[in-house]
């Protein structure tokens, strides 16, 4: 697809202030929707937008289709008539610059419940007629996403593995009577996806009239414990206990004398295609009503995987497995047209990754920071990009700007600050500046980066589990001289 020089803000809506705790679909979305604008960026980047599960991490959701509850702003069903202003009056004290889930979660299930009780009780006709509209329109995922979650909590959030036998191996009569025994509360699971994305659209709706374009992400895998691996597992290596056979990571290297165990378990390519990938056409088709330009995350497992035997307790002892590669690829494009992705190719990149990425003309990422590391990727400086890459500061999986400067010897700082001209400016902003000013089709900066802040505003630390996806934008994020600083880069460099 054809896209033009501009440039984006990467900010998941958890980050976004809010006064529940965690960023929502409210006012501050819009606010930030209108700084945008008013700094000529043309995209707003976002984390995948799924309900997660445990370690609250978004790339371990639990479905590659439904919406995270969380993030439905409270506020705003007030003047929907599912809440009442007493309602939200007792708001537990939250941090205002780190997310708590274990307060969140509480706080807001428990005034999301209130507005289905309330909706029940009231059946407002033009809602219900809403309501009925979605259900029809999401019935190929939602009536077992919904019917997924209700198990799940019925069963103390375990994973589906361990639920009653018949639940487990979905037995049409024990669903049945599941289903009939728990029927309102498969429709609240419903109802609050419904809430989700009518609160999404409007806010995209709202981006895209303005020229903001959002920026969405597809994992390549899913995690096990999701709808998706219990509704279809026979798109998925199991066994006959319907437990992963093998399962996905990365190989020893140097970052990691064991390689990464991630854990999630392997698609059976062969049943996908035997299929006409209606699995992949089907999520790609409700990821583009939700966004405009896909990020592929992990985009070398396309071309080959590296698949650990179920049970390893490293990487160390996995092998390379050919991915669909173009038989995908042609398969979405013949179904979709040109499609918008953007390839998360970063890595060490083999011969059939970089051909399977160009034979589409997929734009490339490319990271600042790995052009000024000690041992410098010639690749990622700046002078050496090419067009057709988007072009990052680092991702929610990188120390922000600041954090990578004072982690880095005193011979790589020098190095960046005489790149840089030695500027006057922050570490933060003399990054983005050259950013800006490559020949990259996209240059895009996590908010972190343009608010100078180090690695305490980190989203991620690959491979840890707690403490991530904490990171929350305070109240005054929003300067005069900080939108005067991006507009005056975007319209310099020519990115508006």
């Known amino acids: 697809m054809k896209f033009n020089r501009s440039s984006g803000i990467l900010l998941h809506v958890s980050s976004l ?6 960023g929502d679909l409210g006012k501050p979305a819009f606010d930030f929707v209108d700084f945008l604008v008013s700094t000529k960026t043309r995209f707003w980047q976002v984390l995948p ?3 997660t599960g445990y370690g609250n991490s978004p790339y371990q959701g639990l479905s ?15 003047s929907m008539g599912l809440l009442a202003k007493k309602d ?7 941090s205002r610059g780190k997310i708590d889930f274990g307060s969140v979660i509480p706080w807001k299930t428990g005034r999301l419940h209130q507005a289905f009780l309330n909706f029940q009780k009231q059946q407002p006709a033009e809602l219900v007629s809403q309501f009925k509209s979605f259900c029809r329109k999401n019935k190929s995922w939602l009536d077992d996403f919904a019917l997924f979650m209700t198990i799940k909590e019925q069963q103390d959030l375990q994973a589906w593995d361990t639920w009653p036998q018949e639940l487990r191996f979905r037995d049409p009569a024990g669903l049945k009577k599941f289903q009939k025994e728990h029927s309102a509360q498969v429709e609240e699971q419903k109802f609050l996806q419904f809430l989700f994305f009518t609160q999404w659209l409007r806010v995209k709706i709202y981006a895209n009239e303005r020229g903001v374009q959002i920026i969405g992400d597809i994992p390549i895998f899913v995690g096990y414990d999701c709808a998706d691996t219990w509704t279809n597992p026979g798109l998925f290596h199991f ?9 996905a990571g990365v190989p020893p290297d140097f970052f990691s004398k064991t390689g990464q165990l991630w854990g999630n378990p392997l698609y059976d390519w062969k049943k996908h295609k035997a299929n006409g990938y ?3 056409i089907e999520r790609i088709k409700q990821t583009m009503n939700m966004v405009d330009i896909i990020r592929l995350d992990h985009f070398r497992g396309f071309a080959g995987y590296y698949e650990i035997p179920a049970g390893s307790k490293t990487a160390e002892f996995g092998k390379w497995v050919k991915g669909p590669g173009k038989d995908l690829f042609d398969a979405l494009y013949e179904h979709f047209g040109d499609l918008p992705f953007i390839a998360e190719d970063l890595g060490v990149m083999t011969s059939d990754v970089i051909e399977l990425r160009e034979r589409y003309q997929l734009p490339g990422m490319k990271i600042v920071q790995f052009g000024f590391n000690p041992n410098p990727e010639t690749g990622f400086i700046p002078h050496n990009f090419d067009n057709n890459a988007v072009a990052y500061t680092g991702t929610h999986d990188n120390s922000t700007a600041l954090g990578w400067f004072h982690s880095v010897p005193k011979t790589a700082q020098e190095n960046f600050r005489a790149y840089t001209g030695r500027t006057k400016e922050s570490v933060s902003h003399a990054m983005i500046r050259i950013l800006w000013q490559s020949v990259a089709l996209f240059a895009i900066t996590p908010m972190q980066d343009l608010l100078n802040l180090g690695d305490e505003a980190r989203m991620n630390f690959p491979g840890t589990l707690g403490g991530n996806w904490e990171w929350k934008m305070h109240k005054k994020w929003n300067s005069p001289k900080l939108q005067k600083w991006l507009l005056e880069i975007n319209q310099l460099y020519n990115r508006s």
């Open 17 to 22: 202030p809010g006064v529940d705790g965690i």
């Open 49 to 51: 937008l799924n309900p």
């Open 64 to 78: 590659a289709t439904a919406g995270n509850p969380l993030f439905i702003a409270l506020d705003d069903l007030i």
């Open 88 to 94: 939200l009056v007792h708001r537990p004290n939250f």
């Open 239 to 247: 066994d006959k206990d319907l437990k992963p056979t093998a399962v």
């Open 278 to 280: 209606t699995w992949w």
